[in-house]
């Protein structure tokens, strides 16, 4: 009777195996028509609200476009290498080991052609592995720790965005030009590997551009998604240093500055806030006027209301109208990269004369610059995976007749002169002085 | 001990058991292969903890040990490049287990509600440090490299598939055999009255402390395994206590009936928890708590008890 | 000097908000013998319906002071609604059960909790700064201080007071303290034993929403609000003693001020240092520092 019921148990097994198998063999033929593309950013959460929902909407704003062929010339050609983009938004939030099980969800299970997205650079230092490991196309938006390609090279994975380096050298070249007398600071930021880095390479810079600075014994580094600030606030008060370094970004940029602002804080204080441009946006005129105020790139605040170009205009004009508000930084992050990767698949198509391979794109993609909304972007670092381009600060002000937040004295650094030449890193080139830099 | 483990039936099951899955996995699609990993890796945990709770006591704080192995695979990776399977197995659980070994020396005299509390201080002592700690990772924690098998590298995932279900069946046949033992009966007695076990001479913290070491060893293995199968650790998924309830809550579902119970709960949560949050993601724990008190109200014993109580049926008709 | 009053203050601001939602759980504890995880739950409902009635007042435009009454509102209704729902309906069964598996009732609660608020309140954070914004700030050891914070400490000064009048000079209050005592024979005294634990655990759920709630301007409430604090509140009433309210009061202030000190002076400690201690203190006095007297039934 058991030997019966072993055979049931076994026939039923290999039944459920083969009709499992036959199922996925027939989902995964490549589709030329559509493709499917996995756009990952947060989309519950602190990190939501500023960050994941716009940037999903640029990305979605673009796509649309893209489909329809509805850019502006020279990108007015329709869909990707002729193929229409079925994105599948995906939740960024949950940890890395929960993303990494979504990644191999969607690359395994959802059998998507591409992965687009990450706002967190956790995900990314967790999902490059899992990228390479599974050779997905897989191309970065946002996130900012340099250690994604100067730890290792990729072969797959691709970041569109520029790295903390850059945002860095460019706060500590603004404050060295602005404010030359403020010789002390200190900092908040996250403990990760974004806010870990950014103050490192803030310091650095800073000890080289001016060397009678001195760094605080004591920077802050709260839990990310904390929210909680009142005795970080407390211990930054009592500090002697002038200035503040942040790159606080998500919902706890917002709530710093709704903390600090009670008690005072950016009166005495100089803040440097690296990319808290989404607190700005929602504060309105609640938010304190004299911060030194980056957006990691040619976006949002800093641009707004400039570079007028037939791209940048036409985003500018079709997000407001979509969605009812300016898009910011991670709008034109996601909205890049979704570009990057059009700009790629046509490349790529044109000189395979078909529709291309993945590693067609790939070598379509590599090294590739091109001009996005507020200005170009080069792939030169990473063995032409990592971008470069221009980064700039302004300070926060409120511009009356417009009723809208705004900006003075801007000021823009070249990418040559933010980023270490391909080959070196930037923690090295730094302590030689950045020789090479072109300002 | 062969004569134990081939006359008993659980074992027999056992081992046909895991034999059909891993013959049937190799025809899987890679992601059902992810989730029977991922489920099995914590049905480990999970056997622990459920010789545990036949002795009478529930810890909270078993993500320590999890965590700890995970960790342990992680940073041997990280800093010395060990990507052998036995040597990380190895790592893993000698770590965890002697941690077990030291805690176990305090937590063996506590009961019930102070066993549960302690065993969470000590799971978020360690998580404490993980999460403020640069060098140990903080939130983003590492990621693992691909695991070798004595040297050699395998192409698919399926040979770590394989190796985790090897390692199930002969932890599942190793503490069913322990059970079977005169210590190991003495489990379930030690729940049902402390006082009588001591008067026939047994030693009930010896005892105790015996099987928390066992269980610690086991959730380490399965936070290796873990680490292994998604080549990620992070403290927020591996040492919080959330990981602990969430371990608790597989027992619980599983059931004390049997050893294979908690390999089905691990398998079943897995599942779950994948299409819960396809269909509702921001219900899913929702589901998971409901699923909790529904299982505490109308079924104490666990899964297990539902599907004995189908074979009864279908045994006692036939 | 500073440096000692800022950390000192620091901590009494934690650890005043910390014994607010603690004392909760451990009154509950002390009389109805449960370790309620769903506590964490009612922590985060009292900050989100506080967080969300100060950001509708102030959409609609009402004056600032209205956010302190919509505190106040909210943790008495989070209170009321959900423990007399969850007291009636789910524990009101389980009494007789082990303490264990109750507490593991109480976990699947707080789960089902924290996802409700996710459909209730959405998954953005609320920024209810305006009952802290309202009150401005004063300079104390050198640097400025917000007064809300000390409006919290005075708080907290008033619940233990209520805490501790309320159970010694009412009527209600000698009958709990009998409860706590022997269950079986109040009852067989004919106190209705049922009553009082609904009573109380609808005061103990309303303190955890209180907390949450007074705090809820301070902070970013977003998801997940519940999980840390739950932690905590146990190393409070673990370190304290389970069931005892001066216990409460010296738990908060203990893991309030360590936090502090570590927070100022060596932040990788920060979360480690309170666990440890809730560690030390149940090896070695597991009942806690301050423990009821319990008689011993054989």
Same mark, same amino acid.
């Given at each position: 009777?058991?030997k019966?019921?072993?055979?049931?148990?076994?026939r039923?097994?290999?039944?459920?195996?083969a009709?499992?198998?036959?199922?996925?063999?027939?989902?995964t033929a490549q589709?030329?028509?559509?493709?499917?593309?996995?756009?990952? !950013?947060?989309?519950?959460?602190?990190?939501?609200?500023?960050?994941?929902?716009?940037?999903?909407?640029?990305?979605?704003?673009?796509?649309?476009?893209?489909?329809?062929?509805?850019?502006?010339?020279?990108?007015?050609?329709?869909?990707?290498?002729g193929?229409?983009?079925?994105?599948?938004?995906?939740?960024?939030?949950?940890?890395?080991?929960?993303?990494?099980?979504e990644?191999?969800?969607?690359?395994?299970?959802?059998?998507?052609?591409?992965l687009?997205?990450y706002?967190s650079?956790g995900s990314c230092m /967790?999902? /490059?592995?899992?990228?390479e490991?599974?050779?997905m196309?897989?191309i970065?938006?946002?996130?900012?720790?340099?250690?994604?390609?100067?730890?290792?090279?990729?072969?797959?994975?691709?970041?569109?965005?520029?790295?903390?380096?850059?945002?860095?050298?460019?706060?500590?070249?603004?404050?060295?030009?602005?404010?030359?007398?403020?010789k002390?600071?200190?900092?908040?930021n996250?403990?990760?590997?974004?806010?870990?880095?950014?103050?490192?390479?803030?310091?650095?810079?800073?000890?080289?551009?001016?060397?009678a600075?001195k760094a605080?014994?004591?920077?802050?580094?709260?839990?990310?998604?904390?929210?909680?600030?009142?005795?970080?606030?407390?211990?930054?008060?009592?500090?002697?240093a002038?200035?503040?370094?942040?790159?606080?970004?998500? %919902?706890?940029?917002?709530a710093?500055?709704?903390?600090?602002?009670?008690?005072?804080?950016?009166e005495?204080?100089?803040?440097?806030?690296?990319?808290?441009?989404?607190?700005?946006d929602?504060?309105?005129?609640?938010?304190?006027?004299g911060?030194?105020?980056?957006?990691?790139?040619?976006y949002?605040?800093?641009?707004?209301?400039?570079?007028?170009? +037939?791209?940048?205009?036409?985003f500018?004009?079709a997000y407001?109208a979509r969605y009812?508000?300016?898009?910011?930084?991670?709008?034109y992050?996601?909205a890049?990269?979704? *570009?990057?990767?059009?700009?790629?698949?046509d490349?790529?198509?044109?000189?395979?004369?078909?529709?291309p391979t993945q590693?067609?794109?790939?070598?379509?993609?590599?090294?590739m610059?091109?001009?996005s909304?507020g200005?170009?972007?080069?792939m030169?670092?990473?063995?032409?995976h990592?971008?470069i381009?221009?980064?700039?600060?302004?300070i926060t002000t409120?511009?009356?007749?417009?009723?809208a937040?705004?900006?003075?004295?801007?000021?823009?650094?070249?990418a040559?002169?933010?980023?270490?030449?391909e080959?070196?890193?930037?923690?090295?080139?730094l302590?030689?002085g950045m020789?090479?830099?072109?300002? | 001990?062969?004569q134990?483990?081939?006359?008993?039936?659980t074992v027999?099951?056992?081992?046909?058991g895991?034999f059909?899955?891993?013959?049937?996995?190799?025809f899987?699609?890679?992601?059902?292969?992810?989730n029977?990993?991922?489920?099995?890796?914590?049905g480990l945990a999970?056997?622990?903890?459920?010789v545990?709770?036949?002795t009478g006591l =529930?810890?909270?704080?078993?993500?320590?040990y999890f965590?700890i192995?995970?960790?342990?695979?992680?940073?041997?990776?990280?800093?010395f490049g060990?990507?052998?399977?036995?040597l990380?197995?190895?790592?893993?659980?000698?770590?965890?287990?002697?941690?077990?070994?030291?805690?176990?020396?305090i937590?063996?005299k506590?009961?019930?509600?102070f066993?549960?509390?302690?065993s969470?201080?000590?799971?978020?002592?360690?998580? %404490?440090?993980?999460?403020?700690?640069?060098?140990l990772?903080?939130?983003d924690?590492?990621?693992?490299s691909a695991?070798?098998?004595l040297?050699?590298?395998p192409?698919?995932?399926y040979?770590?598939f394989?190796?985790?279900?090897?390692?199930?069946?002969?932890?599942a046949?190793?503490?069913?055999y322990?059970l079977?033992?005169?210590?190991?009966a003495l489990?379930?007695?030690?729940?049902?009255?402390?006082?009588?076990?001591e008067?026939?001479g047994?030693s009930? /913290?010896q005892?105790?402390?015996?099987?928390?070491?066992i269980s610690a060893?086991?959730?380490g293995?399965?936070g290796?395994?873990m680490?292994?199968?998604?080549?990620?650790v992070?403290?927020?998924?591996?040492?919080?206590?959330?990981?602990?309830?969430?371990?608790?809550?597989?027992t619980?579902?599983a059931?004390?009936?049997?050893?294979?119970?908690?390999?089905?709960?691990?398998?079943?949560?897995?599942?779950?928890?994948?299409?819960?949050f396809e269909?509702?993601?921001?219900?899913w724990?929702?589901?998971?708590?409901?699923?909790?008190?529904?299982?505490?109200?109308f079924l104490?014993?666990?899964?297990?008890?539902?599907?004995e109580r189908?074979?009864?049926?279908?045994?006692s008709?036939? | 000097?500073?440096?000692?009053?800022?950390?000192?203050l620091?901590?009494l601001?934690?650890?005043?908000?910390?014994?607010?939602?603690?004392?909760?759980?451990?009154?509950?504890?002390?009389?109805l013998k449960?370790?309620?995880?769903a506590h964490?739950?009612?922590y985060?409902?009292?900050?989100?319906?506080?967080?969300?009635?100060?950001?509708?007042?102030?959409?609609?435009?009402?004056?600032?002071?209205?956010?302190?009454?919509?505190?106040?509102?909210? +943790?008495?209704?989070?209170?009321?609604?959900?423990g007399?729902?969850?007291e009636?309906?789910? *524990?009101?069964h389980?009494?007789?059960?082990d303490e264990?598996?109750?507490?593991?009732?109480?976990f699947?609660?707080f789960?089902i909790?924290?996802?409700?608020?996710?459909?209730?309140?959405g998954?953005?954070?609320y920024?209810?700064?305006?009952?802290?914004?309202l009150?401005g700030?004063?300079?104390v050891g050198?640097?400025?201080?917000?007064v809300?914070?000390?409006?919290l400490?005075?708080?907290?000064? =008033?619940?233990?007071f209520?805490?501790?009048?309320?159970?010694?000079?009412?009527?209600?209050g000698?009958?709990?303290?009998?409860v706590?005592?022997?269950?079986?024979? !109040?009852?067989?005294?004919?106190?209705n034993?049922s009553?009082v634990?609904?009573?109380?655990?609808?005061i103990g759920?309303?303190l955890?929403a209180?907390?949450?709630?007074?705090?809820?301007?301070?902070l970013?409430?977003?998801?997940?609000?519940?999980i840390?604090?739950?932690v905590?509140s146990?190393?409070?009433?673990?370190?304290?003693?389970?069931? !005892?309210?001066?216990?409460?009061?010296?738990? +908060?202030?203990?893991?309030?001020?360590?936090?502090?000190?570590a927070?100022?002076?060596?932040?990788e400690l920060?979360?480690f240092?309170?666990?440890?201690?809730?560690?030390?203190?149940l090896?070695?006095?597991?009942e806690?520092?301050?423990?009821?007297?319990?008689?011993?039934t054989?």
């Amino acid at each position: 009777m058991h030997k019966q019921f072993a055979y049931k148990v076994l026939r039923s097994a290999a039944i459920a195996s083969a009709v499992a198998a036959a199922a996925m063999t027939g989902a995964t033929a490549q589709a030329k028509d559509t493709i499917k593309v996995g756009v990952v !950013s947060f989309l519950t959460g602190p990190a939501a609200g500023p960050f994941g929902v716009p940037g999903k909407n640029g990305a979605e704003l673009i796509i649309h476009a893209i489909n329809k062929g509805e850019l502006p010339a020279p990108y007015n050609t329709k869909g990707f290498a002729g193929a229409t983009m079925d994105p599948v938004y995906t939740d960024e939030a949950g940890g890395n080991s929960k993303q990494v099980a979504e990644y191999r969800n969607l690359v395994e299970k959802q059998n998507v052609d591409a992965l687009i997205g990450y706002i967190s650079s956790g995900s990314c230092m /967790a999902m /490059a592995p899992v990228a390479e490991e599974l050779q997905m196309l897989t191309i970065m938006s946002v996130c900012g720790t340099p250690r994604l390609f100067e730890e290792k090279l990729r072969s797959v994975v691709f970041r569109t965005q520029g790295n903390a380096v850059g945002d860095s050298i460019a706060a500590a070249r603004y404050m060295t030009e602005m404010f030359p007398d403020l010789k002390t600071y200190t900092g908040i930021n996250q403990n990760y590997a974004w806010g870990q880095d950014s103050w490192k390479f803030y310091s650095l810079a800073m000890e080289k551009l001016d060397p009678a600075s001195k760094a605080s014994s004591n920077p802050q580094f709260p839990k990310i998604f904390s929210g909680q600030y009142s005795a970080e606030i407390s211990t930054l008060s009592l500090d002697k240093a002038e200035v503040v370094h942040s790159s606080f970004w998500d %919902g706890d940029i917002e709530a710093f500055v709704l903390q600090a602002l009670v008690r005072g804080f950016f009166e005495d204080k100089k803040f440097v806030s690296v990319v808290g441009a989404s607190a700005v946006d929602s504060l309105g005129k609640k938010f304190p006027k004299g911060v030194v105020m980056g957006t990691r790139g040619p976006y949002g605040l800093l641009t707004r209301f400039d570079r007028s170009r +037939a791209l940048n205009n036409w985003f500018v004009d079709a997000y407001k109208a979509r969605y009812g508000v300016y898009p910011t930084g991670p709008s034109y992050q996601y909205a890049k990269a979704v *570009l990057y990767y059009k700009l790629g698949m046509d490349k790529a198509a044109a000189m395979a004369g078909k529709f291309p391979t993945q590693d067609e794109v790939v070598a379509a993609l590599k090294g590739m610059e091109f001009e996005s909304f507020g200005g170009s972007v080069k792939m030169a670092l990473g063995g032409g995976h990592q971008a470069i381009h221009e980064v700039g600060y302004g300070i926060t002000t409120w511009d009356k007749e417009k009723k809208a937040p705004s900006a003075t004295d801007v000021k823009f650094y070249s990418a040559e002169c933010i980023n270490p030449p391909e080959g070196t890193l930037a923690a090295d080139w730094l302590a030689q002085g950045m020789p090479g830099a072109k300002c | 001990m062969l004569q134990i483990l081939r006359s008993d039936k659980t074992v027999r099951w056992t081992l046909f058991g895991f034999f059909v899955l891993a013959v049937t996995g190799n025809f899987m699609p890679t992601w059902v292969q992810n989730n029977l990993m991922f489920g099995m890796a914590r049905g480990l945990a999970v056997l622990g903890l459920m010789v545990l709770w036949r002795t009478g006591l =529930i810890s909270f704080g078993h993500a320590l040990y999890f965590g700890i192995g995970a960790y342990a695979v992680a940073l041997a990776d990280k800093h010395f490049g060990i990507s052998d399977i036995f040597l990380r197995l190895f790592l893993a659980m000698g770590t965890a287990g002697f941690v077990g070994l030291c805690l176990g020396f305090i937590l063996r005299k506590y009961r019930s509600i102070f066993f549960a509390m302690l065993s969470l201080a000590f799971s978020m002592v360690l998580y %404490g440090v993980l999460v403020k700690v640069e060098a140990l990772g903080s939130t983003d924690g590492f990621s693992v490299s691909a695991t070798s098998i004595l040297g050699w590298v395998p192409e698919s995932k399926y040979t770590l598939f394989c190796a985790i279900i090897v390692a199930s069946a002969v932890s599942a046949c190793m503490v069913q055999y322990y059970l079977k033992t005169g210590l190991g009966a003495l489990t379930t007695a030690i729940r049902d009255n402390e006082l009588r076990v001591e008067y026939l001479g047994y030693s009930v /913290a010896q005892a105790i402390h015996f099987k928390y070491v066992i269980s610690a060893a086991l959730a380490g293995a399965s936070g290796a395994m873990m680490a292994m199968a998604l080549g990620q650790v992070d403290p927020d998924s591996m040492v919080n206590w959330t990981v602990s309830g969430e371990l608790v809550f597989i027992t619980v579902m599983a059931g004390p009936g049997s050893v294979i119970a908690p390999f089905i709960g691990g398998v079943v949560f897995e599942f779950l928890r994948t299409y819960a949050f396809e269909l509702a993601p921001h219900a899913w724990q929702l589901i998971v708590g409901g699923t909790l008190l529904a299982i505490i109200f109308f079924l104490p014993m666990g899964l297990w008890s539902l599907l004995e109580r189908i074979w009864v049926r279908k045994g006692s008709s036939s | 000097m500073q440096l000692l009053i800022t950390i000192f203050l620091d901590g009494l601001t934690y650890a005043s908000y910390l014994f607010i939602v603690s004392v909760g759980l451990t009154i509950v504890f002390g009389v109805l013998k449960i370790l309620n995880v769903a506590h964490g739950a009612f922590y985060a409902w009292g900050a989100y319906a506080a967080a969300y009635a100060i950001t509708y007042a102030a959409d609609m435009e009402y004056a600032d002071w209205i956010g302190f009454v919509c505190i106040f509102l909210a +943790a008495a209704a989070v209170g009321v609604v959900l423990g007399m729902i969850i007291e009636r309906v789910i *524990l009101r069964h389980m009494y007789a059960q082990d303490e264990v598996l109750i507490a593991l009732a109480t976990f699947g609660i707080f789960l089902i909790l924290e996802d409700v608020i996710l459909l209730v309140f959405g998954v953005n954070p609320y920024f209810a700064y305006q009952p802290m914004a309202l009150l401005g700030r004063i300079p104390v050891g050198g640097i400025s201080r917000d007064v809300y914070s000390f409006t919290l400490m005075a708080l907290a000064c =008033i619940v233990a007071f209520g805490c501790w009048w309320g159970l010694t000079k009412t009527k209600w209050g000698k009958l709990i303290s009998v409860v706590i005592y022997d269950r079986e024979i !109040s009852q067989a005294m004919g106190i209705n034993v049922s009553m009082v634990y609904l009573i109380v655990f609808v005061i103990g759920a309303g303190l955890g929403a209180l907390g949450g709630a007074y705090v809820a301007p301070t902070l970013s409430v977003a998801p997940g609000f519940g999980i840390d604090v739950i932690v905590l509140s146990f190393a409070v009433v673990v370190i304290g003693g389970m069931g !005892s309210i001066p216990g409460a009061l010296i738990g +908060a202030l203990m893991v309030g001020i360590l936090r502090a000190v570590a927070v100022h002076k060596m932040p990788e400690l920060e979360l480690f240092v309170v666990f440890a201690v809730m560690a030390g203190v149940l090896i070695i006095r597991p009942e806690g520092l301050f423990a009821p007297a319990k008689a011993r039934t054989i």
